[in-house]
T-cell receptor
Framework: KAGVTQTPRYLIKTRGQQVTLSCSPI?????VSWYQQTPGQGLQFLFE???????NKGNFPGRFSGRQFSNSRSEMNVSTLELGDSALYLC????????????????FGPGTRLLVL | DAKTTQPTSMDCAEGRAANLPCNHS???????VYWYRQIHSQGPQYIIH???NNETNEMASLIITEDRKSSTLILPHATLRDTAVYYC????????FGGGTRLMVKP
C-alpha cells in the first residue's frame, strides 16, 4: 500500500505570496493532520480534517488554512507569507480521528520544505 | 494533553539494545503512549504504541509501568540506521511533540 504523498517536495516563495500544499493520504485513511516543523519551535500541530470537516486546530494565525476533499485528499494554504513560515510542512493520515489505538495511528508523509525569501 | 519528559540525547553501541526512557506522570486512563522517530529531514516514522500492556512489533518493544507514569522503548539490536530523534507522545486529540531523545548509535 502506498504511503502518504505530499507535493511539492520543495518550494521557494517570496514574502507576501501565498502557497498551497497538497497531501494524499494512505488509501482508506479518512483523517488528515498537518504539522509544521521549524528548528526553533519543533513539530507543531496545525489542524486535522475528517470527512471534509476541520476537527481540531492548533495555535496558528488565520493565514494558515486547510481543507479536505471528498476523496480524503487535503490541501493547506498559507497566505501573505512571512520569513518565519519557512519550515518543513508534514501531513499525516489515519483511518479515523481519536485519542489512540490502531485506527487513530498517524502515518507521516515526507513533507514539503518551504523556503520564504 | 499529558506532557512527556525524555533525555535530550543518548548513545548506544551498534548491536546492543537501546533503551529509551520516557516519563508521563500526568497521563490519564484512556490516553495512549506513542513512539515515533525522525531521521534527519524526513517525516516522522511510527514505531509502536500502547495503552497498558507491553507491546512488541518487528521494530521495537514498549514497556509501560503498571502505574502508566513512565515507559521504555527498546530497540533490541541497534544498528547505525537507528540513529534518529525518538519522540515519546501521549496522544490526546492530536500528537504533541516534545524535544525527543537524539539517539546516536556508534560502531
Amino acid at each position: 500500500k502506498a504511503g502518504v504523498t505530499q507535493t511539492p517536495r520543495y518550494l521557494i516563495k517570496t514574502r507576501g505570496q501565498q502557497v498551497t500544499l497538497s497531501c494524499s493520504p494512505i488509501s482508506g485513511h479518512r483523517s488528515v493532520s498537518w504539522y509544521q516543523q521549524t528548528p526553533g519551535q519543533g513539530l507543531q500541530f496545525l489542524f486535522e480534517y475528517f470527512s471534509e470537516t476541520q476537527r481540531n486546530k492548533g495555535n496558528f494565525p488565520g493565514r494558515f488554512s486547510g481543507r479536505q476533499f471528498s476523496n480524503s485528499r487535503s490541501e493547506m494554504n498559507v497566505s501573505t507569507l512571512e520569513l518565519g513560515d519557512s519550515a518543513l510542512y508534514l501531513c499525516a493520515s489515519s483511518l479515523a480521528p481519536g485519542q489512540g489505538g490502531w485506527q487513530e495511528t498517524q502515518y507521516f508523509g515526507p513533507g514539503t520544505r518551504l523556503l520564504v525569501l | 494533553d499529558a506532557k512527556t519528559t525524555q533525555p535530550t540525547s543518548m548513545d548506544c553501541a551498534e548491536g546492543r539494545a537501546a533503551n529509551l526512557p520516557c516519563n508521563h506522570s500526568t497521563i490519564s486512563g484512556n490516553e495512549y503512549v506513542y513512539w515515533y522517530r525522525q531521521i534527519h529531514s524526513q517525516g516522522p516514522q511510527y514505531i509502536i504504541h500502547g495503552l497498558k500492556n507491553n507491546e512488541t512489533n518487528e521494530m521495537a518493544s514498549l514497556i509501560i509501568t503498571e502505574d502508566r507514569k513512565s515507559s521504555t522503548l527498546i530497540l533490541p539490536h541497534a544498528t547505525l540506521r537507528d540513529t534518529a530523534v525518538y519522540y515519546c507522545i501521549v496522544k490526546g486529540n492530536m500528537l504533541t511533540f516534545g524535544g525527543g531523545t537524539r539517539l546516536m548509535v556508534k560502531p
